[in-house]
């Protein structure tokens, strides 16, 4: 019997109507047919491309040890081609201070920003800024011209703590608070840095260990450990690091708001990061140690940095 359009039609409608079901259920089982968020372009963001899936807030409060939050993202003096091994000093200091709105006998799930600090920073050591520092963060000489000096900014942060409550006029804690950064960086390798470049002691409110938003998504996010081991199922997205644009998508939050690199940004998008790490039941506590006895090749004696032993 000749094959007619009207066969063929049939035909064609059998095998859609057998296989729909199949593949449907293939997709469901399969994680690796699911749409994947493509690598972004830019040297600094998602590494690599993970699975898209929705949020959604933890259904009831959890345990949260901790009063308040000090969430740090500094700026730091740079030269092309330098890295952390370098003297940056500071000259971004911002601060968003987080409190809990619902917190009932130690649980709770509610953060919100209840007020800021910034300042910008006058560089002692090398206080004409690169163009690439201008260009990346965004920050003027005549801005950094007109600050004040890291001691003197530290002041007017402690007097900040005092007005908050969070330290008395002594400088003892109040409150029990707990500092957030993006990695262990601004504090372990900047402020500790810059102490020894303005030859001050480390301040005792500033001691203790630190919440590093970042490991924390990760963990959260992809089922990897917190030092962001790849996850043994190849199926897995694997992610190596999310800067804070990635860690938004991993949460399923709306992109970055303001100017990459401008502290103040970078500060107020990883304070969005921890609100949502706290609705979906997160308990936010310090999880990265840091050294105050740590040391570079270029410290000499004093604050005095030995240049012989910088690269750039």
């Not at 296989?19 to 994947?36: N, T, V």
């Not at 007109?146 to 002594?170: C, E």
């Not at 979906?280 to 940095?305: D, F, Y």
């Amino acid at each position: 019997m000749a094959w007619t359009v009207w066969h063929l039609s049939a035909l064609f409608a059998t095998a859609v109507c057998f296989l729909f079901p199949y593949l449907r259920s293939q997709r469901r089982q399969d994680p690796s047919l699911h749409g994947s968020v493509e690598t972004a372009k830019t040297a600094d963001a998602v590494q690599t491309a993970g699975t898209v899936k929705t949020r959604t807030a933890s259904a009831s409060k959890v345990k949260q040890p901790y009063d308040a939050f000090l969430v740090l993202d500094v700026e730091g003096t740079c030269q092309q081609g330098s890295n952390f091994d370098y003297p940056n000093e500071i000259i971004e200091f911002p601060v968003c201070l987080m409190r809990w709105k619902d917190r009932d006998g130690g649980n709770a799930s509610q953060l919100e920003v209840i007020a800021e600090f910034r300042s910008f920073v006058k560089p002692s050591w090398r206080p004409t800024l690169s163009e690439f520092c201008t260009e990346l963060t965004g920050i003027t000489q005549d801005q950094v011209d007109s600050a004040p000096d890291f001691p003197s900014m530290l002041r007017s942060f402690r007097a900040f703590l005092v007005q908050h409550k969070l330290i008395g006029t002594h400088g003892k804690r109040i409150l029990r608070y707990c500092w957030c950064t993006d990695g262990p960086w601004d504090i372990r390798d900047f402020v500790v840095k810059q102490c020894f470049i303005s030859r001050i002691p480390f301040p005792d409110w500033m001691t203790g260990d630190v919440l590093n938003v970042r490991t924390v998504v990760i963990s959260h996010t992809s089922g990897s450990h917190t030092s962001g081991t790849q996850p043994q199922d190849d199926r897995l997205p694997k992610i190596v690091t999310l800067n804070i644009p990635g860690q938004l998508l991993a949460l399923g939050l709306s992109p970055f708001l303001g100017r990459q690199h401008s502290g103040i940004d970078d500060t107020r998008n990883l304070a969005r990061i921890i609100t949502q790490l706290a609705l979906e039941g997160v308990s936010l506590q310090p999880n990265t140690t840091i050294s105050l006895r740590r040391r570079w090749a270029w410290m000499g004696k004093s604050g005095q940095i030995l240049e012989q032993h910088l690269t750039c």
